[in-house]
């Protein structure tokens, strides 16, 4: 029926302007050709196509039900073209081939528990499962005829064979044991090892049909390598690495975020580590500066008197009387001071001694708006106080001490007392010990007060 209706179609197309080409293709030959549903499918079905749309050719299948009978159709005239298959030198007894429009490795099959073979000549006494009229079966013949060869009617069918044992291996064309592994999902087959020359894929046309060549081969050399791909990859649709991409995906992103978690943690805990640092550095920094100020207070204590504020006896001993210093320059000389209140203690024991304390911090606020910045003053002990000058004179100490008895006359101290105090002077000779000074000095204050108080006296060693 089908022979009869393809018939019909080759005497409707006659009558029409395109010329006519009854083909034959291998039915079970995927993802090259095959028949279903008595359409032609596969790449080479692509090819056929694109030449109808590129030349004044027309074609139409006729179908059969093996590759063998295919073969046997091309001999007989019942079809003039095939679309796809390797030259053999059988073959070309009765077919004129085309150029190669495409290249196709070919794989040895097995199970997956058998060993990897390098090639044809590791088969052994292996059995060998080849497809009925192949190529491949021709080859093996020729090159190789130890090998115990099983012929089967397609691939398919050799890969089944494999499966059920009655052959140790299957050869084929890659693709097409692919695209059968893929559909059948029979993944305890495995590629065993590479399977003679590649295929090099051609059209056949038979003989007297050779004019149809010369077009034939412009058209397929042109064919563009996009369209060739887009060909390709349209019979070749390999699902499971699509499968493994999503997997690797997925270990992509789930790594990146643990990565990225890891980091935050890190960034997190480094954070608040800092953020203890940082606290515990101020409070180092706040007991520092407490620390500073307690020790500057206490060095102000241990150098001055409490109720004076001015520089105390134990200052003024280390830092003048002990250190034997006799600095005498051309511009003058060191002169001491011993300045004593008088009657000190009929003033306390009248007003009290509060009374007291307020009239000695007034004293000390005159002495030090009397003297020069460069003159040092200090609380000897009691009533008791010394004056340091430097670079001075008998003389400009004298003046100093009347302006200082002067300034106590004028001041209204605490109670409404009129204070007065007697002043002894000396000067520092040359490399005199400090001590040897003051003594003279105590003793020139000693003699202001045995001359009736109130008065400036001079050691009479530098009179
Ligand atoms: N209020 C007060 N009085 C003090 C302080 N230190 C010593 N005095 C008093 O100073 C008085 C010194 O008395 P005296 O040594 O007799 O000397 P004076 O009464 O000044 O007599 P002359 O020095 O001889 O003129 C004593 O009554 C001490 O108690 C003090 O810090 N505050």
Redesign the pocket.
């Known amino acids: 029926e089908r022979l009869a209706s393809s018939y019909l179609k080759v005497t409707e197309e006659a009558a029409s302007s395109r010329q006519l080409i009854r083909y034959c293709v291998d039915p079970d030959w995927l993802p090259y050709e095959a028949i279903r549903e008595g359409e032609h499918v596969g790449i080479s079905s692509d090819y056929i196509r694109y030449i109808e749309s590129h030349s004044n050719f027309k074609f139409s299948l006729v179908p059969t039900t093996s590759w063998s009978e295919t073969l046997n159709f091309l001999q007989t005239g019942r079809c003039e073209l095939t679309p796809m298959l390797n030259k053999t030198a059988t073959r070309e007894q009765f077919l004129h081939f085309s150029h190669v429009y495409f290249h196709s490795p070919n794989v040895l099959v097995s199970l997956k528990e058998q060993p990897f073979l390098q090639g044809f000549e590791n088969i052994g006494s292996r059995t060998l499962a080849v497809p009925k009229g192949y190529r491949l079966a021709e080859y093996i013949q020729h090159y190789y005829p130890k090998v115990k060869i099983i012929e089967v009617g397609s691939e398919p069918a050799g890969l089944e064979a494999v499966l059920d044992k009655r052959a140790d291996l299957f050869v084929g064309s890659m693709f097409s044991v692919n695209a059968y592994i893929q559909q059948t999902g029979f993944n305890h087959l495995k590629i065993a090892g590479w399977g003679g020359p590649e295929d090099e894929l051609r059209m056949g046309v038979s003989l007297g049909h050779e004019a149809l060549l010369p077009i034939l081969n412009q058209v397929l050399d042109d064919v563009d390598e996009l369209e060739r791909i887009r060909i390709y990859q349209k019979w070749n649709n390999i699902t499971v690495i699509d499968e493994t991409n999503y997997l690797l995906i997925y270990q992509v992103i789930v790594g990146t975020l643990l990565v990225v978690f890891l980091l935050a943690t890190r960034t997190f805990f480094i954070s608040r580590y800092n953020r203890r640092l940082t606290d515990k550095n101020e409070q180092l920094e706040a007991l520092r500066l407490r620390l500073e100020h307690t020790n500057a207070e206490l060095e102000f204590l241990s150098t001055h008197d409490p109720?004076t504020k001015l520089y105390n006896r134990h200052y003024f001993n280390r830092q003048f009387v002990h250190e034997h210093r006799s600095e005498i320059s051309s511009e003058g000389a060191i002169c001491l001071v011993m300045l004593?209140?008088?009657?000190?203690?009929?003033?306390?024991?009248t007003l009290g001694?509060?009374?007291?304390?307020n009239?000695?911090m007034e004293l000390s606020g005159v002495l030090q708006h009397c003297v020069r910045e460069t003159d040092v003053v200090a609380r000897w002990?009691?009533?008791e106080f010394v004056i340091l000058c430097h670079q001075t004179s008998i003389d400009l100490v004298k003046t100093l001490c009347q302006r200082i008895a002067a300034a106590i006359k004028d001041y209204r101290f605490s109670g409404n007392v009129q204070l007065t105090c007697?002043f002894g002077i000396a000067k520092l000779v040359n490399n005199e010990p400090m001590q040897s000074c003051f003594e003279r000095a105590d003793k020139a204050l000693y003699q202001a007060?045995a001359l009736g108080?109130n008065q400036i006296c001079v050691d009479e060693f530098n009179t």
């Open positions: 109720l004593d209140i008088d009657f000190f203690k009929e003033i306390n024991d001694h509060a009374v007291g304390d009239i000695l002990g009691g009533e007697s007060k108080r």
